[in-house]
């Protein structure tokens, strides 16, 4: 399919998928983030990380279940950011639902870190979701219902993996000429 092609999709794709959880209204408060690392199809490494935000306020407990108490011994994303480098550089690309939410996320806390930021490309599970399958709605529990794929959503280990899982059925997805004629 020729989005897929355009995404930079294939067999043997290395890629990382990466879900973040904030505390607060500012896009700089990770307080929680996982990388699910594929490379041919095979989820090859997973990670899960508390973040101490730069501020103390807590606004988003009841969605995800993170409070001040789980990340005040956690390092800040400065602190943990050669980790988070190293589980995604390198890659082909990185994949997340809804991707321009999380590459705010990484951004924000990039700058206000201080560190350099990840300048490779990202892949929206969302809308590689309506482009291969025509899915809709495209939240996160929608798409991974419909590809019965598990998810305990806002659990960032789960949404990250739910995420690689889409994009390894995306490659595995039969493939057409856009007038639906199948090509595989």
């Known amino acids: 399919m020729r989005n897929r092609r355009m995404a930079g999709i294939s067999d043997d794709s290395e890629f990382a998928a990466i879900d973040f959880e904030t505390a607060d209204y500012g896009r700089d408060s990770a307080c929680a983030v996982a990388v699910v690392r594929v490379k041919a199809r095979e989820i090859v490494d997973r990670a899960f990380y508390y973040i101490r935000p730069p501020r103390k306020r807590f606004v988003f407990t009841y969605i995800h279940g993170i409070t001040r108490a789980d990340v005040?011994?956690?390092?800040?994303?400065?602190?943990?950011?050669?980790?988070?480098?190293?589980?995604?550089?390198?890659?082909?690309?990185?994949?997340?639902?809804?991707?321009?939410?999380?590459?705010?996320?990484?951004?924000?806390?990039?700058?206000?870190?201080?560190?350099?930021?990840?300048?490779?490309?990202?892949?929206?599970?969302?809308?590689?979701?309506?482009?291969?399958?025509?899915?809709?709605?495209?939240?996160?529990?929608?798409?991974?219902?419909?590809?019965?794929?598990?998810?305990?959503?806002?659990?960032?280990?789960?949404?990250?993996?739910?995420c690689a899982r889409i994009v390894i059925a995306a490659i595995k997805a039969p493939r057409n000429d856009g007038r639906g004629k199948s090509l595989s």
């Open 72 to 162: 005040v011994d956690a390092p800040s994303f400065g602190e943990l950011w050669p980790v988070l480098r190293e589980k995604l550089f390198g890659t082909d690309f990185i994949a997340a639902h809804n991707a321009a939410f999380d590459k705010s996320v990484l951004d924000a806390c990039c700058e206000t870190a201080a560190v350099e930021f990840f300048s490779g490309s990202m892949l929206c599970t969302m809308h590689l979701a309506r482009s291969v399958w025509g899915i809709y709605p495209t939240k996160l529990p929608d798409v991974c219902s419909s590809l019965g794929i598990p998810l305990r959503h806002h659990e960032a280990g789960s949404d990250a993996e739910a």
